[in-house]
């Protein structure tokens, strides 16, 4: 009995991170061709490659150049991160981090607890440093898919003074999951590990601001060549 306790444990860790965020594919590439680039390496259990509807309405979908592809082990994933990170794929040098989406079928249950989390594609972005500006923002998570909408509300209308917190809203589902599962995990802006959550829609400026206030995350002592922003 202890034997498989200790097996169940050592599956369960080695499930953990399991799937790889892959940023920068060719938009020509395919799923079939991200498993074939991947099993080079080790066994793949699902892939995905965020798409959009084509602006041709005959034309179906269109690749938003980056995906995620699920191993059956983290060891598995952390290998193919080693050697493929930096790879050439379809003429494209493609990225690659760890990522807590999981691609396989979940149970029912886990499945509509998920589902009541993420009502909408707006994220909430809490910790942010009072120096980062919209522009900012726009340049970290446009690089997830397209923003419907990006707020970073103010202390007082008119100031230049923002309240640490900002909104981030895409046009689909599957882009705001890209979003919150590359930066969720250790996403630092200006020294400062940014709180990302998904946004509740009726929840008031007053209650977030609190949240927030909870939740601060103090900055990591600066460098004199200090990134704006460090994905880990």
Known sequence: KQWYQRRVAITAGEMEHATLFVKNLNFDTTE???????????????????????????????????????????????????????????????????????????PEAIKKTRN??????????????????????????????????????????????????????????????AAFEATSNSTHVLGRRLVVEWAKEDATVEEIRARTADTFVPSEPPSKKQKLVDID
């Open 116 to 177: 009541l989390t993420e009502s909408s594609a707006k994220l909430l972005v809490k910790n942010v440093p009072f120096e980062t500006t919209t522009k900012d923002l726009k340049k970290l998570f446009s690089a997830f898919g397209e923003l419907k909408n990006l707020r970073l509300p103010k202390k007082i209308a008119g100031s230049g003074s923002h309240r640490g917190f900002a909104f981030v809203e895409y046009g689909t589902m599957n882009e705001a999951r």
């Open 32 to 106: 079939e061709d991200l498993r074939e680039f991947f099993e080079k390496i080790c066994k793949v259990s699902m892939v995905f490659i965020a798409k959009k509807p084509s602006p041709k309405a005959s034309s179906g979908f269109l690749s938003r150049g980056y995906g995620f592809v699920e191993f059956q082990t983290k060891n598995d994933a952390k290998e193919a991160m080693k050697r493929l990170n930096g790879k050439i794929l379809k003429d494209y040098s493609i990225e690659l981090k760890l990522s807590e989406k999981k691609l396989s079928k979940e």
